[in-house]
C-alpha cells in the first residue's frame, strides 16, 4: 500500500487555491467532499511564494491549506515546489537559468526551466526540501511527497559542460576511452585534453531533430543529462529522507517521455507516478502500453496515476472534451493496468496564464451542476465503495515487451537506415497485436528477470547492452520464446557496429545472418509469404519500413519475400536453441500477420487470454492474496459483447453475477471478481 493512511483508491489532484482568492476556498472544499474528492496535490509550483528572497520562507499559507484540507477529511501529496525557480533567483543567480539547444542563454521565463548542474538551483532546491520535510514530518495529513515536476529538458551551459567531463572520467577513466568510444578518429575528431569536450547541440555535433553526426558523444550527453536531473531529484529526495523516513517519495514521470530513461529513475522512486494525456485519437492500447511500461519500471508495483485531465487539455492542437464516460472508463483502465490512485489535473480552472483552459473538476463557472463534475462525483462514490479490495493487486504476465530508453536514443540518432523508423511505434505494434488477442503482457527493462516469462518480444533491439546477448540465450535455452525483430543486434552501448556480422551477438541464437538492411518509403510494400504449414499463418501478408536480407544459418524459414530482388530470401525465421524457439522478423509487418502470429506463439506456448472478447474490448486482470479480478472496459460506443464461459464472476461494481456471453454497455467498465460460489 502506498500509505496506510488512506486504505482506498486514493482521489484527487493538483490543487492551486494559492492562485485564487480566499472567499472561493470553502466552496472548494465543500465540492471536494461532494465529489468523493481525497487527497490534494499541494505546492506544486509555489517556489516564489514560499521563499520571497534569499532568505525568507513562509510556509503559513500551506499550514493554512494542509490543515483546512485535513480537517475535511481531505489529504495533501506534498509537492516540493522545485519545478519552476523564482524570479528573484533568475536575477540574482544567473547560472539557473539553461543555455538551450541554439546555444542561447534563457531569461526568466515558463517552467521546468532551472539547469540541473547549476549551484544555486541545487543549493536551494535541496534547501526547500529539507525544510517542507522538516516542517510537515509528522503531519498526519501528509500522504506522499511530490519532489518538483515533470523533470526533463536538456541544458548545454558551461556548468553542464564541466558536469559532463566529470561524468565521462567517471565512465571512462581516460580520455583515451572516450576516444576509442566514441570513434573519434572518425572526421578527425581526437580528443587530447578534456576541456576539448563540449556539450552536443546546434553550435557542435547536433542539429534539432535528435540528428547527430557522432553518435557516441550524443548517447552520452542524453545519459548525462537524464543523470544530472536525477542528481536533483536525488538530493530533494536524500533531504526530505533526512526528516521523514516514513512517507514515500515520488516525482511525476510522463510515459514514453523521450529525455530520461525512466528505469534507471524508477530505483530511486518510492512508488512510481505518472501523468496521462492521451489526445481523442491515441489509440487506447496505446495508453495500456503506457500503463503497463510505468508499472514495469519497478517490476510490477503498483503505481498513482498522478495526473489525468478531468475533460479537457489546453495544449493539444485540438483540445477535444472527453466524451461522456470516457473519463470513468479510461480512469478504470489505469485502475486495471496497475494504478492504486485516480488524480487529476486540476481540481479548479485559473482564472489566467496558460492553463486556465484546462480541463477541471471545478470549472469557471463555479458549481457542481456541470457534466464534469457530475461524472467526477459518481465515479468518486464509486472509488469510495471499491474500499481497499484491489489495493496493491498484482497484474500475471506470462509475455514481457523490453523497452529500453538508450536504445531508442541511438535508433533516434541513428544517421539511416531510415528516417521513417520509430521505435515507440514499432513496440506498440506488437504491443497492441498482444492487446487485441486480450493477452496480458508486462513492459520490461533489459535488466529485468526473464524466468516468469514464457514469451519476450524486443522489438528493433539494435542496442544489446553488455550481457544481455547471454541472458536472452539463457532463456531461450531454458525454453522461452524469444522475438526480436529488422535492425537488431547491430551495435553496443557506445553505438559501435558488433563486427563480423549482424545481428552480431544474437546471431548464434537466431540462427540467421542478415547481410544487407533495406530501406523504402514506408508506402512501398513486399510481402511475407508464408512456406510450410502453421494453424494460425497461412498465404500472403504485407511488410514495409525495413528490409533485413537474411539469410539462414540453421534457422526455420517461415516466410519469405514475395517480391523485388530479394524475393524469396526469408523474412520471418524460427530457429530451436535449446529446449527454447527464438523467432526473427525482418521487415515490418501488417496488422493481420500479427495477429496471426500472437496466436501462433501463444498456442505454442500455451498462452491464454484473459477471456474471449470482440473489438474494442479491453480485459487486463489483477490479482491479490490469490484472487483475480478481471477488468472488462468497453471502448466502442455501442454494447458489446464478451464470454465467461463457463464461468461465474461477480461484479464488484454492481454487485450482479455473470457468466456465460455478457453484454456490457457502450463505454462500459466491469470488474469481476472470482470469489463466487461454483466457481471452477
Ligand atoms: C503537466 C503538468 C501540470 C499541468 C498539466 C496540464 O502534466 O505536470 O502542471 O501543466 O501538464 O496538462
Ligand atoms: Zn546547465
Not at 523485388?564 to 515490418?588: E, H, L
Not at 500479427?594 to 498456442?603: A, D, M, Q
Request: hydrophobic share 35%; proline share 4%; net charge negative.
Amino acid at each position: 500500500m502506498i500509505n496506510e493512511k488512506l486504505a482506498k483508491i486514493w482521489y484527487g489532484g493538483d490543487y492551486n487555491p494559492e492562485q485564487w482568492d480566499q472567499s472561493a476556498w470553502d466552496e472548494d472544499v465543500r465540492m471536494f467532499k461532494l465529489a468523493g474528492i481525497d487527497v490534494a496535490t499541494l505546492n506544486v509550483f509555489s517556489w516564489s511564494l514560499n521563499q520571497p528572497d534569499e532568505h525568507t520562507y513562509n510556509f503559513e499559507w500551506l499550514d493554512q491549506t494542509i490543515d483546512r484540507l485535513y480537517q475535511n477529511g481531505i489529504y495533501t501529496c506534498l509537492a516540493t515546489s522545485t519545478g519552476a525557480h523564482p524570479a528573484w533567483m533568475a536575477s540574482k543567480y544567473p547560472d539557473v537559468l539553461r543555455v538551450d539547444f541554439q546555444g542561447r542563454k534563457r531569461k526568466f521565463g515558463a517552467r521546468h526551466n532551472s539547469c540541473p548542474n547549476s549551484p544555486t538551483y541545487r543549493k536551494y532546491s535541496e534547501r526547500i526540501a529539507a525544510k517542507l520535510a522538516e516542517r510537515y514530518q509528522d503531519h498526519p495529513a501528509v500522504l506522499v511527497w511530490h519532489v518538483s515536476n515533470e523533470y526533463g529538458g536538456y541544458c548545454y551551459c558551461d556548468h553542464c559542460a564541466e558536469g559532463f567531463r566529470e561524468w565521462l572520467r567517471e565512465r571512462y577513466g581516460t580520455l583515451e576511452k572516450v576516444n576509442i568510444s566514441w570513434n573519434t578518429r572518425f572526421w578527425g575528431h581526437t580528443f587530447y585534453d578534456w576541456s576539448e569536450i563540449v556539450p552536443p547541440n546546434e553550435l557542435s555535433e547536433e542539429q534539432p531533430g535528435d540528428v547527430s553526426f557522432f553518435q557516441g558523444i550524443s548517447l552520452d550527453y542524453r545519459r548525462f543529462m537524464s543523470d544530472s536531473l536525477l542528481d536533483c531529484y536525488k538530493l530533494e529526495y536524500d533531504a526530505i529522507k533526512q526528516h521523514d523516513k516514513n512517507t514515500p517519495i515520488t516525482t511525476n514521470l510522463m510515459g514514453t517521455f523521450l529525455d530520461l530513461d525512466y528505469f534507471k529513475w524508477a530505483k530511486h522512486l518510492d512508488v512510481v507516478s505518472w501523468d496521462n494525456y492521451p489526445r481523442i485519437d491515441t489509440p487506447v492500447s496505446f495508453t495500456a502500453m503506457t500503463h503497463d511500461l510505468m508499472r514495469g519500471l519497478r517490476s510490477g508495483q503498483p503505481f498513482m496515476l498522478m495526473e489525468q485531465t478531468p475533460s479537457q487539455q489546453n495544449w493539444q492542437a485540438y483540445n477535444s472534451l472527453k466524451r461522456p464516460g470516457v473519463m470513468r472508463l479510461w480512469s478504470y483502465q489505469a485502475i486495471a493496468r496497475g494504478a492504486d490512485t485516480v488524480m487529476f489535473f486540476q481540481l479548479r480552472r485559473s482564472v489566467g496564464a496558460t492553463e486556465k483552459y484546462h480541463g477541471a473538476v471545478i470549472e469557471h463557472v463555479g458549481h457542481e451542476r456541470t457534466r464534469v463534475f457530475k461524472e467526477t462525483a459518481e465515479l468518486g462514490k464509486e472509488l469510495s465503495e471499491l474500499s481497499d479490495q484491489l489495493l496493491d493487486a498484482r497484474v500475471n504476465a506470462k509475455v514481457a515487451i523490453v523497452y529500453d530508453w538508450e536504445n531508442r536514443w541511438a535508433i533516434n540518432l541513428s544517421s539511416g537506415p531510415s528516417a521513417a523508423l520509430d521505435y515507440v511505434t514499432e513496440v506498440h505494434k506488437y504491443y497492441d497485436a498482444f492487446y487485441q488477442a486480450n493477452i496480458q503482457v508486462d513492459m520490461i527493462s533489459v535488466e529485468e528477470d526473464l524466468s516468469n516469462y514464457d514469451a519476450v518480444i524486443a522489438p528493433v533491439l539494435y542496442m544489446v547492452k553488455q550481457g544481455y546477448a547471454k541472458k536472452l540465450e539463457e532463456f531461450v535455452k531454458n525454453g522461452g520464446t524469444f522475438v526480436t525483430t529488422f535492425f537488431s543486434g547491430i551495435v553496443n552501448e557506445n553505438d559501435l557496429v558488433t563486427l563480423g556480422g549482424y545481428p552480431g551477438e544474437l546471431r548464434n541464437m537466431l540462427g540467421i545472418w542478415s547481410e544487407e538492411i533495406d530501406a523504402l518509403n514506408p508506402d512501398s510494400k513486399n510481402q511475407i509469404v508464408i512456406k510450410g504449414q502453421h494453424a494460425n499463418l497461412t498465404g500472403e501478408y504485407e511488410c514495409n519500413l525495413l528490409f533485413d536480407l537474411i539469410h539462414s544459418e540453421g534457422a526455420e524459414v517461415v516466410a519469405e519475400y514475395g517480391d523485388d530482388f530479394y524475393q524469396g530470401m526469408p523474412v520471418v525465421t524460427r530457429n530451436k536453441f535449446g529446449k527454447g524457439n527464438s523467432w526473427y522478423i525482418a521487415s515490418s509487418p501488417d496488422q493481420a500477420f500479427l495477429e496471426g502470429f500472437v496466436s501462433e506463439l501463444c498456442s505454442e506456448k500455451d498462452i491464454k487470454p484473459n477471456v474471449k472478447a470482440g473489438t474494442g474490448i479491453e480485459t487486463s486482470e489483477r490479482v491479490k492474496n490469490g484472487k483475480p479480478y478481471l477488468f472488462v472496459m468497453n471502448h466502442n460506443d455501442i454494447k458489446s459483447e464478451f464470454d465467461l464461459e463457463e464461468k461465474v464472476r461477480e461484479d464488484l461494481l454492481t454487485g450482479e453475477t455473470k457468466s456465460g456471453k455478457v453484454l456490457i454497455g457502450a463505454k462500459g467498465v466491469m470488474i469481476l471478481g472470482y470469489e463466487q460460489v461454483g466457481d471452477l
